[in-house]
C-alpha cells in the first residue's frame, strides 16, 4: 500500500531505490538525484517528519549508520577524500522530503560542491542569549 512520503514507499518496496545498508531502526540507499556518486540517504524506518519527532535512539542510529556508510565511500572506488553529512531539518533549512534524513556525500579534492554558498556569516552576536535560550529547551 502506497503511502505519499516517498521514503516510506521505498522502506515498504513499493518505489525502488538502490539499497546499500539497513538495519532494524534505519535504511541507507542512494540519492536520486546526488550531489555526487555514491550521495547516500539514511532514513528511519518509522515516518518522522524532522529530527524532533526521531526518538533518542533512532537519531543515533542514523549517525551511526552514516560514519559506517563514510567510511565505505573513503575505502571502495569511489575513493572520497572527505565526506558532510548533513541534515536539512525544516523547510528554511532546504528540507524538500519531509521524512527525516540523514545526507552522507562524497567529497573529491577540486570538486565545486558547495553547502555554505548563502549562508549567513557567522556573526558573535547575544551568545550567551541565543545560549540561554537553547539550554531552555533542552
Do not use: W, Y
Not at 3 to 23: G, K, L, Q, W, Y
Not at 114 to 125: N, T
Amino acid at each position: 500500500m502506497s503511502h505519499t512520503c516517498v521514503f516510506c514507499n521505498i522502506i515498504s518496496a513499493d518505489e525502488p531505490a538502490i539499497r546499500v545498508f539497513e538495519t532494524e531502526t534505519v535504511l541507507a540507499f542512494l540519492d536520486a538525484r546526488p550531489v555526487s556518486r555514491g550521495h547516500t540517504l539514511v532514513v528511519p524506518k518509522r515516518h518522522a517528519t524532522n529530527l524532533d519527532g526521531l526518538e533518542n535512539h533512532e537519531g543515533a542510529e542514523m549517525f551511526r549508520v552514516g560514519t559506517l556508510i563514510a567510511g565505505a565511500l573513503r575505502r571502495c572506488d569511489i575513493a572520497a577524500d572527505g565526506v558532510n553529512i548533513l541534515v536539512n531539518d525544516g523547510r528554511a533549512a532546504g528540507q524538500t522530503v519531509f521524512h527525516s534524513h540523514l545526507h552522507v556525500v562524497p567529497r573529491h579534492s577540486g570538486d565545486k560542491a558547495k553547502f555554505a554558498a548563502g549562508l549567513l556569516a557567522r556573526r558573535a552576536v547575544e551568545l550567551e542569549e541565543a545560549g540561554a535560550s537553547i539550554r531552555s529547551q533542552l
